[in-house]
């Protein structure tokens, strides 16, 4: 956390913000410009105190819901919010009450323009959102049937699974970014749900649950036995869509390698 650009990233925006903008009047008593601490308290209901120690640097760290309230009192855009939960040592959610579970155009085109390489974009709950034929082609189980959850498909078997060396890794994966989402999205009804049926019917989703996994996005590799192809060695690269919450995994393999003129064969069929 850093706490001496945090207090002065709080102060400099309470000074830029006119009262009218946030419904008070303007008066003639004001000895600087913009808001009063106590204004700003208020409208992000937590005690004068509490923000006042964020101002001078002797706060504790934020925690998100805090974070929110904040950039809300403050008429924080987008990229100022991100920033302000940077400051703070926090990951930024999309503000909502509920994962995002549409691609934006722009990422969709973007799985357009990569005909050789298998992507797919899935939401905070694994929901899989967008795809391209490639991947279709490679991963199977129908995801060209809009309704594919992943976590869905690990736990419970729910779509076709070609073996792969990675399913115990993906296991805790799935299960570390669904504990993140539950605590991001707690009034999601879809993510309450899906939670409650994985629970119910997999042991193997609870006991990972139980232990609390943590995993950062990034890129590993797996081995993926294929129905037609054989087994190929592939690697797995996230790319972050931070305003809605979404991932693009991208899924290739090495330059000049067997596996890679393998799916170079497969594209030219997608």
């Known amino acids: 956390?850093?706490?001496?650009?945090?207090?002065?990233?709080?102060?400099?925006?309470?000074?830029?913000?006119?009262?009218?903008?946030?419904?008070?009047?303007?008066?003639?008593?004001?000895?600087?410009?913009?808001?009063?601490?106590?204004?700003?308290?208020?409208?992000?209901?937590?005690?004068?105190?509490?923000?006042?120690?964020?101002?001078?640097?002797?706060g504790p760290r934020p925690s998100p819901r805090v974070l929110d309230a904040l950039a809300g009192a403050l008429r924080l855009a987008p990229a100022e919010r991100s920033h302000l939960f940077r400051l703070a040592g926090s990951a930024a959610p999309p503000p909502g009450t509920a994962a995002v579970r549409q691609v934006r155009p722009h990422v969709a085109r973007m799985l357009e323009r990569l005909p050789d390489t298998a992507a797919i974009v899935t939401d905070a709950a694994y929901g899989l959102v967008a795809w391209n034929p490639l991947a279709q082609l490679l991963l199977g189980g129908g995801l060209g049937h809009g309704t594919t959850n992943l976590a869905r498909r690990r736990f419970l078997g729910q779509g076709r699974m070609y073996e792969s060396s990675s399913a115990e890794e993906f296991a805790h994966i799935v299960v570390a970014r669904l504990r993140r989402a539950a605590a991001r999205y707690p009034h999601d009804g879809q993510l309450a749900a899906l939670l409650d049926e994985l629970r119910a019917e997999s042991v193997e989703f609870r006991r990972i649950w139980a232990t609390h996994p943590v995993h950062a996005p990034g890129h590993r590799t797996k081995t993926l036995d294929h129905p037609e192809l054989g087994r190929l060695r592939l690697n797995c690269d996230v790319l972050l869509v931070p305003e809605d919450d979404q991932e693009v995994v991208l899924v290739t393999a090495d330059p000049g390698s067997v596996s890679a003129r393998r799916i170079a064969e497969l594209a030219a069929r997608a």
């Open 1 to 58: 956390m850093a706490r001496q650009e945090l207090a002065r990233f709080l102060r400099e925006r309470r000074a830029g913000l006119r009262p009218q903008t946030v419904g008070l009047p303007p008066g003639t008593d004001r000895r600087t410009p913009g808001l009063r601490r106590e204004e700003v308290a208020e409208l992000a209901h937590m005690s004068v105190d509490y923000y006042v120690r964020l101002e001078q640097a002797r």
